[in-house]
């Protein structure tokens, strides 16, 4: 009367050698190099060179490669482009720290500086904005 089941059940749990899984560690160095490759398409657009190099530096040394440096603009306002940057650099900052790592951790942290100092207004005479 009825055709017997041929094929596995769709609501058998898969074996999991089928799925690539990655240590909490890795996922976290994915989400930390992508948090900072955002940042740096920021940081280039508002011409922060030596700012975007250090990012650079960062998300090679997280993804084993250079990353690809930020050529379109947005045509964003300063303070707009200066907002989303500190956003990006706290998200950056907490997965740093949740990962321990300090390198990263700092730079986030001297980005949210900056981009806070460049949000207040006109540095003190001598001092650059955003040049960390």
Do not use: K, W
């Not at 390198?103 to 100092?117: F, K």
């Amino acid at each position: 009367m009825y055709e017997p089941i041929r094929s596995p059940s769709v609501h058998t749990p898969a074996d999991d050698a089928d799925f690539p899984h990655r240590s909490r560690e890795e996922e976290l160095d994915i989400q930390l190099a992508g948090h900072l490759a955002a940042l740096l398409a920021v940081t280039d657009e508002l011409g922060l060179t030596a700012a975007g190099d250090r990012i650079a530096e960062q998300v090679a040394r997280l993804r084993g490669g250079p990353p690809a440096r930020h050529a379109g603009l947005t045509d964003a306002a300063p303070a707009e482009l200066h907002r989303r940057a500190h956003a990006l650099a706290g998200r950056a900052l907490l997965v740093a720290a949740s990962r321990a790592d300090t390198t990263a951790a700092i730079l986030s942290a001297e980005r949210m500086d900056a981009h806070t100092a460049a949000l207040a207004g006109p540095a003190p005479s001598g001092q650059l904005v955003g040049a960390h």
